[in-house]
C-alpha cells in the first residue's frame, strides 16, 4: 500500500510577505520554480501512481515542473483542493489583521469574516478535504498518491487523515516547496514524514 505525498507549492509573492492568498491565482516566483524543480528527483524515487492538484496556477505550475503532469501520473486537477477562503483577511498578514482586532487573530481559532467573498470556516474546508480523501484513500493501493495545493489546505486534510478536527492543522506547519507523507502505521492512519526541504 502507497502513502499519500502532501506537496505545498513553490513560493509567490504573497507567501514571501506572509499575505493571506486564498482565491487571488498569483503566478510561482522565479525561486518558487525552482522549489518544483528541486521537488522532480525526489518524487522521481517514489512509485506515485496518482495526483490531485489544485486548480490554482502555482499549485499546477508546482506539478508540472515536479513531473507530476508529465504523462506518467494519473493526475486530477480537484477543485476541493483550492486554499481555504479567507473572505476580508484575503491578501492581509497576521500582523495586519491582529492590529485591526487589537489581539493577536489566528485562523485556527479566529477563522475568516466575509469580504469580497464569504469567507470559509475550518468545518467547512474539513468537509471539502475529507471529500478528497475519499477519492484518494483507494487509489493507494497502486501506489502513492500525491496531492499538490496550499499551505493551510493541507495542513486541514493532514489532520483529517489522522482523525483529527480541522483545527488540529495548526500543528502541521508546512513552508512552500516542501512536502510530508500520510500513511499507516499497523493499519491505522499516520504521519510517516513532514516539512521536507529538498536537496
Known sequence: MGEF?????????WSKSGQHTGVTDLPLLPEGEEDGR??????AQRQIA???V????????????SGLLDGE???VIEPNLVEVD????????TKEISAEMGRRWSLWTDGTVPGDTPGESLDEVGARVDRVLEKARPLLDDGD????????????????WLG????AGRLFPLATGRYGTLGHEHERPALTGWNIGCP
Open 54 to 65: 489544485s486548480p490554482r496556477q502555482r499549485a499546477r505550475r508546482t506539478a508540472e515542473l
Open 5 to 13: 505525498v502532501v506537496i505545498r507549492h513553490g513560493a509567490t509573492e
Open 86 to 93: 479567507y473572505g476580508a483577511y484575503e491578501g492581509r498578514t
Open 145 to 160: 498518491v500525491a496531492f499538490v495545493a496550499h499551505g493551510h489546505l493541507l495542513r486541514i486534510l493532514t489532520a483529517r
Open 50 to 52: 496518482h495526483a490531485f
Open 164 to 167: 483529527l478536527d480541522p483545527a
Open 73 to 75: 501520473v494519473d493526475t
Open 38 to 43: 528541486r521537488l522532480a528527483p525526489v518524487l
